[in-house]
């Protein structure tokens, strides 16, 4: 049943799963860990699970009765969704027609990124010219937190994306935690904890989640979409990296092959800036491409391009120590990866996948990318030096 749904997490279900069984759930609780590691998703099956009509705390909630539907197409009346908005959305303004323009085209952007939600359970929803969650938005759970819920026994809010909670909004939703009504359960949800307010903090249960081991994500596949072998399989699981919003956007587009296609394309572009960062000199030069790739990608395909880099480097050093090695990550281009492994017999791959996870770590967490980037340029040009 529906904590199958949910990929890796083994302990933290457990904890959820004593807390209901014995009727000790916490009034609010705060996930915290990775983005896109997964543990909103675990907030929703909990808001399933209370609302749902045959759910037991062992296996979760069917996924079919009318609570279930209802709840995954966010219209259940107990269960409230919050996410960084913009101001427009809250104020349908007055008759005139020149406001309700605004409100309409922020409310179609809104649509949009919950339609997008519903694709992608892994996908964190904020609206571009959002200032964070705003005070309008807590002084409507305020309101809807005085009336008990229609049917079932708590109301459940869920706060995504807690630490962008607008200082204002945060001193708001702390008088609500203060005081917190039985009826409501609270789940805040970040992947930047430190940043939410301390007092906010220390009212809430904390649990903290991990990224998904590439052997969870493998388990889960191989018991829920058997359909998806190998070499696909190991791509997927990859190429993610624990990254579950990654994964599920692959899964969905298998068939498709875009997913594929564009991965392909920006795994090349990877390739061809690391030739142009590896002249030997030009320091100055491997900057610039490393500046290009800034302004051409997005934070989260920054990410995957020097994801690929680590995947490329995996394959040169399987290689390295074994020259037949198959089960390459990127088996289409064995030439390249033979190249390298012969032109740069013996760099300290240790170190260099190191940097490389700093660098991703550093662009998830907002640090400027150009600054990220052009250290990492830096010091893996000193990593690498050709043999002459
Ligand atoms: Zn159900």
Redesign the pocket.
Same mark, same amino acid.
């Given at each position: 049943m529906s904590w199958n749904t949910i990929i890796g997490h083994k302990q933290q279900i457990k904890v959820l799963q004593k807390a209901l069984e014995t009727g000790r759930l916490a009034h609010a609780y705060l996930f915290t860990g990775p983005e896109a590691c997964g543990k909103e998703s675990v907030a929703f099956e909990l808001a =399933?699970i209370l609302n749902? =009509? /045959?759910?037991d705390p062992v296996s979760g909630?069917? @996924? /079919?009765?009318k @609570?279930?539907i209802s709840l995954n197409a966010f219209m259940h009346p107990n269960v409230e969704y919050i996410f960084p908005v913009e101001s427009a959305l809250l104020d349908p303004g007055d008759t005139a027609k020149k406001e309700n323009k605004r409100f309409t085209e922020a409310k179609e952007r809104y649509d949009l990124l919950l339609e997008e939600k519903k694709q992608n359970p892994f996908f964190s929803p904020a609206m571009e010219r959002s200032m964070g969650i705003l005070t309008e938005q807590v002084i409507a759970l305020q309101h809807k937190a005085s009336f008990m819920p229609s049917q079932g026994t708590r109301k459940i809010f869920i706060l995504s994306q807690a630490e962008k909670l607008h200082p204002s909004a945060a001193n708001k939703l702390l008088k609500l935690l203060e005081e917190p009504p039985a009826h409501i359960l609270f789940i805040l949800v970040s992947s930047r904890p430190e940043a939410v307010l301390p007092t906010i903090r220390s009212r809430c249960q904390v649990i903290r989640f991990s990224r998904v081991s590439s052997r969870e994500l493998r388990l889960w596949l191989h018991e829920n979409r058997p359909e998806i072998t190998d070499p696909l399989l190991s791509f997927i699981v990859s190429f993610s990296r624990g990254n579950l919003r990654l994964a599920w956007e692959f899964i969905n587009n298998i068939g498709s092959d875009t997913a594929e296609t564009a991965t392909i394309i920006l795994r090349n572009q990877a390739i061809d800036y690391l030739r142009k960062a590896l002249v030997p000199g030009k320091l100055h030069e491997a900057i610039t491409a490393s500046e290009e790739q800034v302004k051409n990608l997005s934070r989260t395909e920054l990410t995957l391009f020097i994801g690929a880099l680590l995947l490329f480097f995996q394959d040169v050093n399987h290689r390295r120590i074994n020259p037949s090695f198959q089960g390459l990550n990127n088996p289409d281009i064995v030439d390249s990866i033979d190249r390298f492994a012969k032109n740069f017999p013996d760099p300290d791959f240790f170190r260099i996948s190191t940097i490389a996870e700093e660098a991703i770590r550093a662009i998830e967490r907002n640090a400027n990318p150009t600054l990220v980037m052009a250290a990492f340029t830096a010091e893996l040009k000193g990593l690498l030096q050709r043999v002459t």
């Open positions: =399933r749902c =009509r /045959t759910a909630s069917c @996924e /079919t009765c @609570e279930c």
